[in-house]
Nanobody
Framework: QVQLVEAGGGLVQAGGSLTLACAAS????????MGWYRQAPGKERELVAN???????DYADSGKGRLTISRDNAKRTVTLQMNSLKPEDTAVYYC??????????????WGQGAQVTVSS
């Protein structure tokens, strides 16, 4: 009922920049949180950045000052601009969108994942 399509990612040298984008589609009545998570090999999935419905944003400490999350509610898109990338940022990045379908049914959808590799 809800589909997320991610774009972006790839290989970049340390200090470089990448932008990830995610578009949501389906029978969505409203969206609350739009965020990005990442999972490195052998590690648990962790929050990178989240944009809340009230306009607030949350960043993991590791990304503060280097990452910018933005959303377009009309287009149902969320982007993550990543600057000054470090090798430890290497991971699969997942888009996460939460909200409501018809009849106030909640949804919590995940993108397919985008590989980000930062070389030293």
């Amino acid at each position: 009922q809800v589909q997320l399509v991610e774009a972006g990612g790839g290989l970049v040298q340390a200090g470089g920049s990448l932008t990830l984008a995610c578009a949501a589609s389906g029978s969505i009545m409203s969206i609350t949180n739009m965020g990005w998570y990442r999972q490195a090999p052998g590690k648990e999935r962790e929050l990178v950045a989240n944009s809340r419905a009230d306009g607030g944003v949350d960043y993991a400490d590791s990304g503060k000052g280097r990452l910018t999350i933005s959303r377009d509610n009309a287009k149902r898109t969320v982007t993550l601009q990543m600057n000054s990338l470090k090798p430890e940022d290497t991971a699969v990045y997942y888009c996460n969108v939460q909200g409501y379908l018809a009849r106030l049914r909640r949804f919590d959808a995940w993108g397919q994942g985008a590989q980000v590799t930062v070389s030293s």
